[in-house]
């Protein structure tokens, strides 16, 4: 069974930092493709940043040369370093995998992350 959980989403004042992280079972995130979107009030899902199973990583415009996406192997769990960060960062943080082969798109519960100004 496919499992998604994030965590440590929390409050934080403008300019800190925070990692959130994305615990899987279920499948190997060493080879799969996990993706960590976000989703402010009033706002579309957008996806942050990625990793792959190579370990490449890609990141929207907004984030480049603050966050930074890695993943632990052995504990089987992707995490976003976020650094510097600004209110517009405020959202609900998503993990997510596609690439599973089974057509299905998998989604954790989200944890929210607040950027006080």
């Known amino acids: 069974q496919v499992q998604l959980v994030e965590s440590g989403g929390d409050l934080v004042q403008a300019g800190g930092s925070l990692r959130v992280s994305c615990a899987a079972s279920?499948?190997?995130?060493?080879?799969?493709?996990v993706g960590w979107y976000r989703q402010a009030p009033g706002k579309q899902r957008e996806l942050v940043a990625s990793?792959?199973?190579?370990?490449?990583?890609t990141y929207t415009d907004s984030v480049k040369g603050r966050f930074t996406i890695s993943r632990d192997n052995a504990k089987n769990t992707v995490y976003l370093h976020m650094n510097s960060l600004k209110s517009e960062d405020t959202a609900v943080y998503y993990c997510n995998v596609n690439t599973l082969g089974d057509g299905n798109d998998y989604w954790g519960q989200g944890t929210q992350v607040t950027v006080s100004s």
């Open positions: 990793i792959g199973a190579g370990g490449s990583t």
């Open positions: 279920g499948f190997s995130v060493r080879i799969n493709v």
